[in-house]
C-alpha cells in the first residue's frame, strides 16, 4: 500500500517534553496530520547535549518508524503506548493503551515507576504500579477511592512505562482538572 493523499500533508518533528505540552493534551492527536514525539526517556535526556549522537539517532528511528507506519501504512509498531481508558476497580484503577504493540514493558527492566493517582479531592500521590497482562494496574493505601491517574507528570519526569519494542509512553493524564498552564490571564 502506497502512501497517503498528497493531499494530506504530514509533518513529524521531536521536542523536549514541557509542562504546557502536557496540560494541553495529548500532543500526538493536536492534529490529525502530525507525529510528534516528545523527548522524555527518563533523566538522562535532561543531562544531554541537542547533537549527542545516540539520542539524536533514537528520536530519527522513533520518526521514521511513525512515517513509515502512519504515512505509509508499513505493518509493525510505530508508537510508545497511548492510554486508551482507564477504569475504576475498587481501590485501584486499571489503563488499557493504543499503540501498545506486543504489551506494555518497562523500558529499563526494573519495576514500573512515574505514576501518580488521586481522588476527587484532587491530591496526588506517587502509586504503586504493575503490569498486568495487557494493561497497568496503579494503586496507593493513601488513596482509597481514586479517580485519575497521571503518569510522567513533573518538570523533569522519571517513568519508565513503554512497550516490549522499546518505544516509550507518552506522559498522560486521565483528568481533566485545571493545571499549572490553565491561567486565563
Known sequence: MGPRSAGQL????????Q?????????LDLTRYSGIRLRHRGRELFKIHLLQPTIVDWDGQRLARWAL???YRVEGVYSGPLV???????????????????GP?????????GFAIAGLEGKFVWADSRIDGDSVVVESREVPAP???RYAWAGNPDGNLGNREGLPASPF????WPGLTNDPR
Open 105 to 113: 514493558a518497562t523500558l529499563d527492566g526494573k519495576p514500573l515507576r
Open 147 to 149: 479517580v485519575a491517574v
Open 19 to 27: 509542562l504546557r505540552f502536557r496540560e494541553n493534551g495529548d500532543p
Open 173 to 176: 493524564r486521565t483528568d481533566e
Open 84 to 102: 486508551e481508558s482507564a477504569t475504576v476497580e475498587g481501590p485501584r484503577m486499571r489503563l488499557r493503551f493504543r499503540h501498545g504493540g506486543s
Open 69 to 71: 507506519g502512519d504515512v
Open 10 to 17: 504530514r509533518f513529524s518533528d521531536t521536542a523536549l517534553l
